[in-house]
Protein backbone atom coordinates (compact mmCIF):
# COMPACT_ATOMS: atom_id res chain seq x y z
CA UNK A 1 0.00 0.00 0.00
CA UNK A 2 1.36 3.46 -0.92
CA UNK A 3 2.13 5.61 2.73
CA UNK A 4 -0.22 8.45 0.64
CA UNK A 5 -2.94 6.29 1.39
CA UNK A 6 -2.26 5.86 5.10
CA UNK A 7 -4.65 7.74 7.06
CA UNK A 8 -3.44 8.70 10.84
CA UNK A 9 -7.28 6.10 11.54
CA UNK A 10 -5.29 3.16 9.69
CA UNK A 11 -1.97 3.99 11.34
CA UNK A 12 -3.69 3.80 14.81
CA UNK A 13 -5.45 0.85 14.05
CA UNK A 14 -2.29 -0.60 13.07
CA UNK A 15 -0.38 -0.09 16.63
CA UNK A 16 -3.44 -1.16 17.70
CA UNK A 17 -3.45 -4.65 16.76
CA UNK A 18 0.30 -4.79 16.91
CA UNK A 19 0.37 -3.94 20.50
CA UNK A 20 2.48 -0.60 20.33
CA UNK A 21 5.00 -2.59 17.93
CA UNK A 22 5.92 -0.29 15.08
CA UNK A 23 8.07 -3.24 12.91
CA UNK A 24 4.80 -5.00 13.67
CA UNK A 25 2.70 -2.21 12.66
CA UNK A 26 4.63 -1.85 9.89
CA UNK A 27 3.83 -5.20 8.67
CA UNK A 28 0.32 -4.87 8.77
CA UNK A 29 0.12 -1.49 6.98
CA UNK A 30 2.34 -3.28 4.15
CA UNK A 31 5.23 -0.50 4.11
CA UNK A 32 8.69 -0.21 6.22
CA UNK A 33 8.77 0.91 9.50
CA UNK A 34 10.53 4.17 8.55
CA UNK A 35 7.14 5.30 7.14
CA UNK A 36 5.79 4.40 10.51
CA UNK A 37 8.32 6.38 12.92
CA UNK A 38 7.87 9.09 10.22
CA UNK A 39 4.25 9.55 11.36
CA UNK A 40 4.51 8.81 14.62
CA UNK A 41 6.78 12.00 14.71
CA UNK A 42 4.42 14.13 13.12
CA UNK A 43 1.29 13.04 15.03
CA UNK A 44 0.75 13.57 18.24
CA UNK A 45 -2.16 10.78 19.13
CA UNK A 46 0.35 7.99 17.18
CA UNK A 47 2.88 9.04 19.70
CA UNK A 48 0.40 8.53 22.52
CA UNK A 49 -0.26 4.68 21.23
CA UNK A 50 3.33 3.67 21.54
CA UNK A 51 4.49 5.17 24.72
CA UNK A 52 3.59 2.65 28.01
CA UNK A 53 0.68 2.72 29.07
CA UNK A 54 -1.84 -0.42 31.13
CA UNK A 55 -4.41 -0.07 28.39
CA UNK A 56 -6.63 1.91 26.27
CA UNK A 57 -10.17 1.36 25.31
CA UNK A 58 -10.37 -1.04 21.84
CA UNK A 59 -7.37 -1.75 22.44
CA UNK A 60 -7.13 -5.17 20.05
CA UNK A 61 -3.84 -6.80 21.59
CA UNK A 62 -2.73 -9.22 19.68
CA UNK A 63 -1.45 -11.84 23.14
CA UNK A 64 -2.63 -11.10 26.67
CA UNK A 65 -0.15 -10.56 29.08
CA UNK A 66 0.01 -14.54 30.50
CA UNK A 67 0.77 -15.54 27.01
CA UNK A 68 3.87 -13.42 26.84
CA UNK A 69 4.81 -14.49 31.01
CA UNK A 70 4.76 -17.98 30.19
CA UNK A 71 6.57 -17.41 27.04
CA UNK A 72 9.54 -15.85 29.04
CA UNK A 73 8.84 -18.91 31.41
CA UNK A 74 9.84 -21.42 28.92
CA UNK A 75 12.17 -19.62 27.06
CA UNK A 76 14.39 -19.24 30.61
CA UNK A 77 14.21 -15.54 30.02
CA UNK A 78 15.03 -14.55 26.97
CA UNK A 79 13.51 -12.11 24.71
CA UNK A 80 14.72 -13.31 21.20
CA UNK A 81 13.57 -17.03 22.39
CA UNK A 82 10.82 -16.05 23.58
CA UNK A 83 9.68 -13.84 20.45
CA UNK A 84 10.26 -17.04 18.60
CA UNK A 85 7.17 -18.89 21.04
CA UNK A 86 4.96 -15.99 20.27
CA UNK A 87 5.90 -15.85 16.17
CA UNK A 88 6.31 -12.10 17.15
CA UNK A 89 9.30 -9.55 17.28
CA UNK A 90 11.38 -9.19 19.91
CA UNK A 91 10.49 -5.20 20.22
CA UNK A 92 7.12 -6.72 21.01
CA UNK A 93 8.04 -9.17 23.74
CA UNK A 94 9.96 -5.66 25.29
CA UNK A 95 6.91 -3.45 24.82
CA UNK A 96 5.03 -6.06 26.97
CA UNK A 97 7.24 -6.40 29.85
CA UNK A 98 7.54 -2.27 29.66
CA UNK A 99 3.90 -2.26 29.92
CA UNK A 100 2.14 -4.67 31.67
CA UNK A 101 3.74 -5.47 35.77
CA UNK A 102 2.90 -9.48 35.73
CA UNK A 103 4.96 -9.96 32.90
CA UNK A 104 7.88 -7.86 34.14
CA UNK A 105 6.90 -10.07 37.70
CA UNK A 106 7.23 -13.28 36.21
CA UNK A 107 10.28 -12.02 34.19
CA UNK A 108 11.81 -11.35 37.69
CA UNK A 109 10.69 -14.64 39.22
CA UNK A 110 12.36 -16.92 36.57
CA UNK A 111 15.87 -18.87 37.77
CA UNK A 112 18.96 -17.73 36.94
CA UNK A 113 19.92 -17.91 33.31
CA UNK A 114 23.42 -18.98 33.88
CA UNK A 115 23.79 -22.24 34.78
CA UNK A 116 25.83 -23.88 37.59
CA UNK A 117 28.04 -27.26 35.92
CA UNK A 118 26.72 -29.41 38.65
CA UNK A 119 23.63 -28.79 37.74
CA UNK A 120 24.22 -29.44 33.68
CA UNK A 121 25.98 -32.89 35.15
CA UNK A 122 22.84 -33.81 37.31
CA UNK A 123 20.50 -32.79 34.02
CA UNK A 124 22.65 -35.05 31.76
CA UNK A 125 22.99 -38.28 34.35
CA UNK A 126 18.95 -37.74 34.91
CA UNK A 127 18.60 -37.86 30.94
CA UNK A 128 20.93 -40.56 30.35
CA UNK A 129 23.16 -38.78 28.08
CA UNK A 130 20.32 -37.15 26.21
CA UNK A 131 20.54 -33.36 25.61
CA UNK A 132 17.50 -33.15 24.14
CA UNK A 133 15.72 -34.03 27.12
CA UNK A 134 18.34 -32.79 29.34
CA UNK A 135 17.34 -29.13 28.22
CA UNK A 136 14.28 -29.34 29.06
CA UNK A 137 14.31 -29.54 33.03
CA UNK A 138 17.05 -26.71 32.22
CA UNK A 139 14.43 -24.55 30.96
CA UNK A 140 17.33 -23.66 27.69
CA UNK A 141 17.69 -24.78 24.56
CA UNK A 142 19.63 -27.01 22.98
CA UNK A 143 21.70 -25.33 21.17
CA UNK A 144 22.62 -23.34 24.89
CA UNK A 145 22.96 -26.84 26.45
CA UNK A 146 25.85 -27.29 23.74
CA UNK A 147 27.55 -23.96 25.09
CA UNK A 148 26.81 -24.97 28.12
CA UNK A 149 28.68 -28.45 27.99
CA UNK A 150 31.92 -27.10 26.03
CA UNK A 151 32.29 -24.42 28.16
CA UNK A 152 32.45 -26.70 31.53
CA UNK A 153 35.05 -29.21 31.65
CA UNK A 154 32.65 -31.28 34.13
CA UNK A 155 29.92 -31.59 32.25
CA UNK A 156 32.33 -32.20 28.68
CA UNK A 157 33.67 -35.22 30.30
CA UNK A 158 30.19 -36.24 31.74
CA UNK A 159 28.52 -36.06 28.38
CA UNK A 160 31.48 -38.08 26.89
CA UNK A 161 31.61 -40.96 29.14
CA UNK A 162 27.64 -41.38 28.71
CA UNK A 163 27.60 -41.24 24.93
CA UNK A 164 30.23 -43.89 25.69
CA UNK A 165 28.00 -45.78 27.70
CA UNK A 166 25.07 -45.12 25.46
CA UNK A 167 27.24 -46.70 22.51
CA UNK A 168 28.16 -49.79 24.63
CA UNK A 169 24.74 -50.37 25.66
CA UNK A 170 22.98 -49.87 22.57
CA UNK A 171 24.56 -50.52 18.92
CA UNK A 172 22.63 -48.71 16.43
CA UNK A 173 22.09 -48.48 12.88
CA UNK A 174 22.52 -45.06 11.37
CA UNK A 175 18.96 -45.18 11.24
CA UNK A 176 18.47 -45.22 14.93
CA UNK A 177 16.83 -48.79 15.15
CA UNK A 178 18.71 -51.68 17.05
CA UNK A 179 20.32 -54.23 15.78
CA UNK A 180 18.54 -57.09 14.33
CA UNK A 181 21.08 -59.44 13.21
CA UNK A 182 24.35 -60.80 14.33
CA UNK A 183 27.52 -60.36 12.28
CA UNK A 184 27.54 -63.77 12.07
CA UNK A 185 24.04 -64.05 10.69
CA UNK A 186 24.62 -61.55 8.52
CA UNK A 187 28.24 -63.16 6.76
CA UNK A 188 26.52 -66.59 6.90
CA UNK A 189 23.78 -65.02 4.36
CA UNK A 190 26.36 -63.56 2.34
CA UNK A 191 28.15 -66.58 2.03
CA UNK A 192 25.06 -68.41 0.70
CA UNK A 193 23.92 -65.52 -1.64
CA UNK A 194 27.84 -65.83 -2.83
CA UNK A 195 28.20 -62.19 -2.17
CA UNK A 196 25.16 -60.60 -3.84
CA UNK A 197 23.84 -57.85 -1.37
CA UNK A 198 20.77 -58.06 -2.70
CA UNK A 199 19.95 -61.70 -2.15
CA UNK A 200 21.49 -61.88 1.02
CA UNK A 201 19.31 -59.33 1.88
CA UNK A 202 16.17 -61.83 0.48
CA UNK A 203 17.65 -64.08 2.92
CA UNK A 204 17.69 -61.79 6.00
CA UNK A 205 13.82 -60.16 5.28
CA UNK A 206 15.97 -56.91 5.56
CA UNK A 207 16.88 -54.25 2.72
CA UNK A 208 20.09 -54.27 0.56
CA UNK A 209 21.33 -51.17 2.71
CA UNK A 210 20.96 -52.85 5.80
CA UNK A 211 23.81 -55.60 4.52
CA UNK A 212 25.79 -52.47 3.02
CA UNK A 213 25.91 -51.68 6.61
CA UNK A 214 26.92 -54.43 7.91
CA UNK A 215 29.75 -54.82 5.79
CA UNK A 216 31.19 -51.21 6.66
CA UNK A 217 30.69 -51.90 10.07
CA UNK A 218 32.17 -55.39 10.87
CA UNK A 219 35.37 -56.20 9.10
CA UNK A 220 34.51 -60.23 9.77
CA UNK A 221 31.67 -59.28 7.43
CA UNK A 222 33.66 -57.63 5.26
CA UNK A 223 35.85 -60.64 4.69
CA UNK A 224 33.64 -63.11 4.21
CA UNK A 225 31.41 -60.86 1.51
CA UNK A 226 35.16 -60.28 -0.67
CA UNK A 227 35.63 -63.78 -0.17
CA UNK A 228 31.94 -64.83 -1.10
CA UNK A 229 33.03 -62.52 -4.63
CA UNK A 230 36.13 -63.71 -5.44
CA UNK A 231 34.82 -67.77 -5.13
CA UNK A 232 32.01 -66.27 -7.73
CA UNK A 233 34.11 -65.24 -10.11
CA UNK A 234 36.90 -68.76 -10.18
CA UNK A 235 33.15 -69.95 -10.35
CA UNK A 236 32.83 -67.96 -13.71
CA UNK A 237 36.32 -68.79 -14.82
CA UNK A 238 35.88 -72.03 -14.67
CA UNK A 239 32.47 -72.41 -16.65
CA UNK A 240 34.61 -69.67 -19.41
CA UNK A 241 37.14 -72.25 -19.57
CA UNK A 242 34.70 -75.78 -19.73
CA UNK A 243 32.94 -73.66 -23.19
CA UNK A 244 36.34 -72.89 -24.39
CA UNK A 245 36.71 -76.79 -24.15
CA UNK A 246 33.40 -77.30 -25.70
CA UNK A 247 34.72 -74.82 -28.93
CA UNK A 248 32.29 -71.97 -27.70
CA UNK A 249 33.19 -69.97 -30.68
CA UNK A 250 31.99 -66.67 -27.91
CA UNK A 251 33.77 -67.98 -25.40
CA UNK A 252 36.74 -68.55 -27.23
CA UNK A 253 36.66 -64.76 -28.89
CA UNK A 254 36.44 -63.13 -25.41
CA UNK A 255 39.17 -65.10 -24.13
CA UNK A 256 41.46 -64.29 -26.56
CA UNK A 257 40.15 -60.68 -26.55
CA UNK A 258 41.20 -60.19 -22.40
CA UNK A 259 43.59 -62.58 -21.90
CA UNK A 260 45.45 -62.95 -24.94
CA UNK A 261 45.46 -59.40 -26.08
CA UNK A 262 49.79 -58.88 -25.25
CA UNK A 263 49.62 -62.09 -28.13
CA UNK A 264 48.09 -59.19 -30.43
CA UNK A 265 44.29 -60.83 -30.40
CA UNK A 266 42.40 -57.66 -30.05
CA UNK A 267 39.78 -55.69 -31.73
CA UNK A 268 41.29 -52.12 -31.02
CA UNK A 269 43.63 -50.80 -33.79
CA UNK A 270 47.29 -50.56 -32.24
CA UNK A 271 48.15 -46.92 -32.29
CA UNK A 272 51.61 -45.76 -34.16
CA UNK A 273 54.56 -45.91 -31.57
CA UNK A 274 55.13 -42.20 -30.53
CA UNK A 275 58.41 -40.78 -31.21
CA UNK A 276 60.65 -38.82 -28.34
CA UNK A 277 60.60 -35.44 -27.70
CA UNK A 278 64.32 -34.93 -29.47
CA UNK A 279 63.06 -36.78 -32.42
CA UNK A 280 59.80 -34.71 -32.99
CA UNK A 281 61.84 -31.85 -32.71
CA UNK A 282 64.42 -32.91 -35.37
CA UNK A 283 61.56 -33.76 -37.66
CA UNK A 284 59.76 -30.41 -37.21
CA UNK A 285 62.87 -28.49 -37.55
CA UNK A 286 64.21 -30.17 -40.54
CA UNK A 287 61.05 -29.41 -41.73
CA UNK A 288 61.13 -25.80 -41.13
CA UNK A 289 64.07 -25.46 -43.10
CA UNK A 290 63.08 -27.34 -45.65
CA UNK A 291 59.90 -24.94 -46.34
CA UNK A 292 62.77 -21.78 -46.13
CA UNK A 293 64.82 -23.18 -48.65
CA UNK A 294 61.92 -23.53 -50.90
CA UNK A 295 60.75 -19.55 -50.57
CA UNK A 296 63.96 -18.07 -50.45
CA UNK A 297 66.49 -20.47 -52.18
CA UNK A 298 69.69 -22.26 -50.68
CA UNK A 299 72.27 -19.68 -49.38
CA UNK A 300 75.39 -19.74 -51.17
CA UNK A 301 78.20 -19.55 -48.97
CA UNK A 302 80.88 -16.42 -50.41
Sequence with gaps: MSPKHLTLERHADALRQAG?????????????????????????????????????????????????????????????????????WKETVTA?????????????????????????????????????????PLGVSLATLYQYVHRYPAAREECAALDQVRRDRRQCTPRGNPERFSPDKVAEALRRAGGIKSHAAVLLDCTRTTVGNYIKRYPEVREVWIEARETMVDTAQSKLYEAVERGEWEAVHFTLSTLGKDRGFTTRPTPPPQESAAAEYERRRAEFLADIEKVYGKDEED
Design 96 to 136: YIKRYPEVRAALDARPPRLKRPDQIVDALRQAGGDKRRAAQ
Design 20 to 88: GDRRAAAKILGCSPTTVDRAIRRLAELTALCAPYPGLPGDRRRYRPEQVAEALCQAGGSRTQAANLLRC
